[in-house]
């Protein structure tokens, strides 16, 4: 059985599931899905094109798939996933995609603090969270387990990679790679996230290939390319290291700190 309070507005066309709760003054357009055991907070705005999954709890005056603030958005259909388990705190802005991919996502079990913005075409995985203020612009992809600090923006079309932690009040410009800490301005390389990877159950010999792999790439001798050489032919057959070679390939904006 649903909870909607009678100031709600909730239209007739949105798809609710079981469980749901919609306090005060929220607001439910047509064209929205809302899994099981939600809830929206007083004065939340879930725009058309919401697709909400379960156990999601959206708080105050957050505003979900609004249009984005994209000058070539023509009101293209388009749509904005958060999957289940994530928290939305208050005066959180998400925006949908545009015609480029027709979507904005953010993972599951994923905790976005007060103000921040999603904009739109991002990715955002699982297990992710942006502090408070915490500014992601368009077409930018976050990967599973990252967490920004607050007031840090990320510059347009850049890659966080999984396991990366970047520092409250820094901007990220180019792309930041997985399993390091990132801190500074201009945003730099500071080594790895080893409290991270240490509560996540990595291994240390795992860990010490990471190390040796980044001393490569962030070694003052090397290029990128010859980095990566080195690392193929030493620590090519570690899974972890192929998955910061995958990143290095993937990455367009450069590194930082590179």
């Known amino acids: ?65 609004n249009v984005p603030q994209d000058l070539k958005f023509a009101n293209e259909e388009s749509v904005f996933i958060i999957g289940d388990d994530t928290v939305i705190r208050e ?23 007060a103000y921040s913005h999603v904009a739109h075409d991002c990715k955002i995985g699982n297990n992710c969270i942006l502090a408070n203020g915490v500014q992601i612009a368009g077409h930018v992809t976050i990967e599973d387990y990252v967490i920004i600090g607050g007031m840090s923006p990320v510059h347009q079309f850049c890659i966080v990679g999984q396991h990366a932690m970047i520092g409250g009040g820094f901007r990220a410009v180019q792309d930041v790679p997985p399993y390091i800490l990132a801190a ?11 409290v991270g990877l240490r509560r996540r159950g990595f291994a240390h010999d795992d860990i010490e290939a ?34 910061v070679l995958d990143f290095l390939s993937r990455s367009k904006r450069g590194l930082i700190g590179k």
């Not at 500074?184 to 080893?194: Q, R, S, W, Y």
């Open 91 to 113: 005066f959180v802005a998400l925006h949908r995609g545009t015609k480029d991919t027709g979507f904005s996502q953010i993972g599951s079990n994923c905790l976005l603090m």
């Open 1 to 65: 059985m649903n909870t909607i309070h009678p100031t709600a507005i909730v239209s007739s066309k949105a798809e609710l599931g079981n469980n749901v709760t919609i306090l005060p003054y929220s607001i439910i357009e047509d064209n929205v899905v809302i899994g099981d055991n939600c809830i929206i907070g007083p004065g939340a705005v879930i725009y058309n094109g919401a697709r909400i999954g379960n156990r999601v709890r959206i708080h105050q005056s957050a505003s979900v798939a």
């Open 184 to 194: 500074n301005e201009p945003l730099e390389f500071k080594g790895l996230n080893l």
């Open 210 to 243: 990471l190390k040796k792999a980044y001393g490569y790439i962030y070694s003052k001798s090397l290029n990128v390319t010859q980095a990566k050489e080195k690392i193929v032919n030493e620590l090519g057959d570690n899974l972890l290291v192929k998955n």
